[in-house]
């Protein structure tokens, strides 16, 4: 996909990979774009009668992970000089996204940030 191929050689850049590793907003923007794909297309299983078509959609998707995978390496290589703190600081972001997204714990507090308004 030509704009994660952009986005690659982009990011392999060293003064772009010293903006990457020493401003986390970079990191956590990118995270937060990352999972934006979580849970496009969920299967559901239907038990009462039988599926004779699939979409295909997943297929898409797939090729989207494949593409991010390779950006997301560039972005971890960015690390590759940086200070423990600040490997452990880009950690902690990509941790705390990852809960927040299994968790669920940022729709419920959306949902009660829009339920109290």
């Not at 496009?40 to 979409?55: F, L």
């Not at 703190?85 to 990852?98: D, F, H, N, S």
Request: aromatic fraction near 8%.
């Amino acid at each position: 996909m030509p704009i994660f191929s952009d986005l690659r050689y982009l990011c392999h850049n060293r003064p772009v990979q010293q903006l990457i590793a020493h401003h986390p907003a970079f990191i956590h923007k990118f995270v937060r774009y990352a999972k934006s794909s979580c849970g496009i297309n969920p299967n559901k299983r239907i038990a009462s009668s039988h599926v004779e078509y699939e979409t295909d959609v997943w297929i898409s998707m797939f090729n989207v992970t494949l593409s991010l995978s390779c950006v997301i390496k560039v972005y971890g290589e960015a690390f590759a000089s940086v200070n423990p703190m600040q490997l452990v600081g880009a950690t902690t972001t990509v941790m705390r996204e990852i809960l927040a997204e299994c968790t669920l714990s940022r729709q419920i507090s959306l949902t009660r940030k829009s339920v109290q308004s």
